[in-house]
C-alpha cells in the first residue's frame, strides 16, 4: 500500500500534463474552424482560456493561471486583434529564448557544451574530434535560434507588408527541420568509425540534459 499512492500521483500528474497538451493543440486547431474564425473576439477568448487552462494542468498553477487567463480573456474582448498578436509572440518567443539561453549559457565556461553534454550520456566519452564538432553545432544553434527570434521584427521593418507572420506561422520550424535534416548527413560525413544513435535516443537525452541544466540555473539562482 505505501507504494500505490506515489504511483497514482504520478499517473495523476502524467494525465494532466497529457490533457494540458491536448488543450494547447485544440487552442491551435481553433483558428481553422469556421464555426469560429468568424468571430474574433470569441475566438481569441476562447484560445486564451484553453491555453491557459493548459498551462495550470501542465505546470500547477491554478490560482495564478486563474488569474492571468481571466485578465487575458477579458483584454481578448475588447481587444481582440492585439491580444492575437501579443499570444503568437509570447508562443514563438517563449521556447526559442528558452532554447536561445539554454544552449548559449553552455558555452559559457565552466559550463560544457549542451550538445557535447548529450553526446556523452549517449556514448560516454568523447573522441577530440567528436568533441570539437558538438561544440561547433551548439554554437550553431544557438546562432540560429538568435536569428529566429530576431527574424520577425527584421521581416517587419525590412520585408514586404505581412512577411513578418513567416517565421510565426511556420517558416522556423521548417528551417529548423531542414537544418537537422541535413546536420545529420553531414555528421556522417565529418564524424566516421562511429556509433550514431537513433532520433529518439539523442531526444531522451537532450531531455535528461536540459532538465539538468534548468535544475542547475534554478539552485544557481
Known amino acids: 500500500m ?18 494540458g497538451i491536448v488543450l494547447f493543440f485544440l487552442s491551435f486547431l481553433l483558428g481553422h474552424l469556421p464555426s469560429f474564425s468568424h468571430d474574433q473576439r470569441l475566438l481569441v477568448a476562447t484560445i486564451l482560456v484553453l491555453q491557459g487552462i493548459a498551462v495550470a494542468l501542465i505546470t500547477d498553477r491554478y490560482r495564478v493561471m486563474a488569474c492571468v487567463t481571466l485578465f487575458c480573456g477579458v483584454l481578448a474582448l475588447y481587444f481582440p486583434t492585439l491580444m492575437k498578436v501579443a499570444d503568437t509572440a509570447l508562443l514563438y518567443g517563449g521556447p526559442l ?3 536561445f539561453f539554454m544552449f548559449t549559457r553552455s ?5 560544457q557544451p549542451l550538445i557535447s ?16 564538432y558538438t561544440l561547433a553545432l551548439t554554437v550553431f544553434w544557438s546562432i540560429f535560434f538568435a536569428i529566429a527570434l530576431l527574424a520577425p521584427l527584421a521581416l517587419l521593418v525590412t520585408g514586404p507588408t505581412g512577411a513578418w507572420r513567416w517565421p510565426l506561422s511556420g517558416g522556423t520550424f ?5 537544418a537537422m535534416i541535413a546536420e545529420a548527413g553531414v555528421r556522417r ?3 566516421r568509425n562511429f556509433e550514431h544513435v537513433s532520433l529518439l535516443a539523442t531526444i531522451r537525452a537532450f531531455r535528461s540534459a536540459s532538465a539538468e541544466a534548468t535544475q542547475k540555473t534554478i539552485f544557481r539562482a
Request: hydrophobic letters at 40%; a positive charge; glycine letters at 6%.
Open 97 to 99: 529564448g528558452t532554447l
Open 189 to 191: 560525413l565529418m564524424i
Open 2 to 19: 505505501p507504494t500505490a499512492k506515489p504511483d497514482s500521483f504520478k499517473h495523476t500528474k502524467n494525465a494532466k500534463k497529457f490533457s
Open 117 to 132: 553534454r548529450i553526446a556523452e550520456r549517449v556514448h560516454g566519452g568523447l573522441r577530440a574530434d567528436v568533441e570539437h
Open 174 to 178: 521548417a528551417c529548423a527541420l531542414v
Open 107 to 111: 558555452l559559457m565556461p565552466p559550463n
